[in-house]
């Protein structure tokens, strides 16, 4: 499992949340010492250190909503010898800067009422910008799960979580407001654009996803190669637009 | 109150292809012509710039170029009984916004129709009798004949350096080139893209089953290009970054490469960006458009510009708003088949395709151009015969890629579950391996598709949205049926580790994927004011100083993607401008 060997999650950051929280006004003061530690562990680190190893921080997502996405970016894209799992390649992360900048709250989407309720061919017609839709929609997922499976959707078997998906994907799931489809299609829509988007997103770290399916990446000229590699395989490894910043 | 300003001799309503073309041609004929254009400027240096004009996300996912619905969106229903609901977010077709409009995003796929397309209402009847095409399909010859454009086909693939090869010479056919096509006076300016895999794959096919391989005229450079404004364009890199992004390179043909670099010096013309216009100035008994208004986005503040001439070259949602607005001409309406506003609506047939996998062939997909394929034009319009088919029309058939970037072209086998292992297992090894047969068909014009105004939605100027009534029809599904079963005899004849089923196109109009962005009609160009907007010569039948340019000209929409056609017809024009009516200002046919 690749839980196991990540040393991210041997101290089960939300169950020390939940622990904080329970204990009331002592949040802020444990979260201080935590946030020091972790900068002064950065700061100790070679700055060619692993990615993997940076402190995990959230700009929008809350403690629940960033546990039930890396458990669900990483059934989508599990790891195995072909990529890291999808937290690991960083896709969590990537999501909750989407959620957390303009594509979360809404731009490019018209707004206007009336939202009546409307085939699916139309489009996406609800009220909520993608924000508002993916706390929605992961809520009703972790209610889905604990109806179903009596616990969180993170804290589930691989077996039960890759069943509660599947189950999403095909629109069984009872969701209020939605359909758990809709859910499940924004969900892999946004894990693979995390997965393949350039790494200055945040996900595709190391350029795995590129690396996976032999994508080279930039700069993308290949006015002779279109020639030389005729039904030959691309050998060179990929770039990314850092590599030419 | 908005601020009067000077009147001028001309006003641009947008600055992209065609509102490119015609200042060009208008500011030589010594003509002062002030250009508006609602979106910011864009400049190769500074905003298609290599390393960042390459990330995906941004452009191809977050639509970075594209019109911002949160300005302004059309409304859709699939039929008049239903209530429309706006697109709230673009996915089908993605119109540009800002210098060089969609000119700048692009694939480049540059064609000229077929002479039966141009005519095709006479053609049909006289192939298949008087009474062959049914009452509900209400398509129209289009005033101008193929021999009528030829020159100004001509003068577009000057300006932009078409990639292509010719296939009919002066009436000489030529194997490699498309022999369907009607005669040309001049081979291409450039010469063909570089061969792909895919491409020579799609050849031997063709060959064995006896159709006329092609490859598509393309308006990315297969060799650096001066063209006839003395403008070089560089020699495509084959970067895999043409539709939705801008070209580093200057090796696509785009308002910016082509036209802009000499527009922008002349003397005669201004540019005015975060220019929107909001209405025409239209006096109804006079037959003239006074003015335009238009908003500056950055203030808030209205101006009207006085003008001699208007020349309007918005996308066509926009042209058809502006005319419905300003109540010039009527508004169509399908009960009645009366009024001309918003008419002929078409669209195009697309999610025709197929994908075959080949194991022991190395594609390398992102070496690609916008407009790389090879192609087939053997059942396409009419080059076919339909007796007994029970539909008109064909599709353009082609064979590549224009792109393998990933976020968005992942092919895998039919089957192959959407995520997990199997996914990831079947994605790392088919990626690299995927050739797609796809094609592009035509969509004839019927009663009930038709555009209007919306009654409950309105855009950022408080002005209503545009109202779309359409759907795909028994015409273009039987058409797509029957290519779909082409589509498998190429796919066939590759002889591909695994081969999948040609989709076709079926159900109603889905608005969320993206299928293409030729939006055709609405400002029909025709012979009289009973049946047509605009005459031959682009000039409103109730405004003798407005000439409305692009696609919503067609009187329906052929297989191929509308450029060529749009750059000829704003040639044409161009010229019947300069040279009648700025001499005679009034109608150029008699109404």
Known sequence: ?245 | MATMLKEVDAVCIGVGFTGSILARELTKAGLKVVGLERGPNRTSRDDFALPNVRDDLKYAVRQELFQDTQTETVTLRHSTPETALPIRRLGSFLPGTGVGGAGAHWNGVTWRLLESDHNLRTHLESRYGKTAVAAEMTIADFPQSYTDLEPYYDRFEKLCGISGKAGNLRGQKIEGGNVFEGPRQNEYPNKPLALTLAGSLMQKAARDLGYHAFPAPAANMSAAYTNPEGLTLGACEYCGHCERFGCEANAKSSPQSTILPVLLQDKNFELRTYAYVKELVYDKQAKKVKAVRYVDTRSGEEFEQPAQLVLLGAYVFNNVLLMRTAGIGEQYDPATGKGTIGKNYCYQVSGNAVTVFFEDKEVNPFMAAGAHGMNIDDFNGDNFDHAGLGFFGGAWISCGSSNGRPILTRPVPAGTPRWGREWKKATAKWYNHAVNIGASGCNYAHRENYLDLDPTYKDALGRPLVRMTYNFRDNDKKMALYIAGVLDKLATAMKPTIQGKASSRTGDYNVVPYQSTHNTGGTMTGTDPQSSVVNRYCQAWGADNLFVMGASLFPQNASYNPTGLVGALAYYAAEAITTKYVKNPGPLVPA
């Open chain 1, 1 to 245: 499992m690749a839980d196991d060997t990540n040393p991210r999650d041997q101290i089960p950051r939300r169950q020390f949340l939940k622990g904080a929280g329970a204990a009331g006004t002592a949040v802020a003061a444990v979260m201080t010492p935590v946030a020091v530690t972790q900068a002064e562990a950065q700061s100790a680190r070679p700055a060619a250190g692993p990615a993997q190893h940076a402190p995990e921080t959230w700009l929008t997502l809350n403690a629940t909503e960033a546990e039930f996405v890396k458990a669900a970016v990483d059934t989508i894209i599990p790891a195995d010898e072909l990529s890291p799992s999808g937290s690991d390649c960083g896709v969590a992360s990537f999501i909750d800067h989407q959620l957390a900048g303009a594509y979360g709250s809404g731009a490019r989407l018209y707004r206007q009422g009336p939202f009546p309720k409307a085939k699916a061919e139309l489009g996406y017609q609800l009220e909520l910008n993608p924000r508002e839709f993916f706390r929605a929609g992961i809520t009703a997922a972790n209610e889905f799960t604990r109806k179903t499976y009596g616990k969180d959707f993170d804290r589930l078997s691989e077996s039960d979580r890759i069943a509660a998906l599947k189950t999403m994907d095909e629109g069984k799931a009872a969701f209020p407001g939605f359909s758990s489809a809709m859910f499940f299609n924004a969900l892999l829509q946004i894990t693979m654009e995390g997965f393949f988007a350039d790494p200055m997103y945040g996900g595709n770290r190391d350029m795995a996803a590129w690396k996976m399916v032999g994508y080279p990446g930039l700069p993308a000229t290949y006015r002779d190669e279109i020639k030389t590699y005729f039904n030959k395989k691309y050998d060179k490894p990929p770039r990314s637009i850092a590599d030419f910043s």
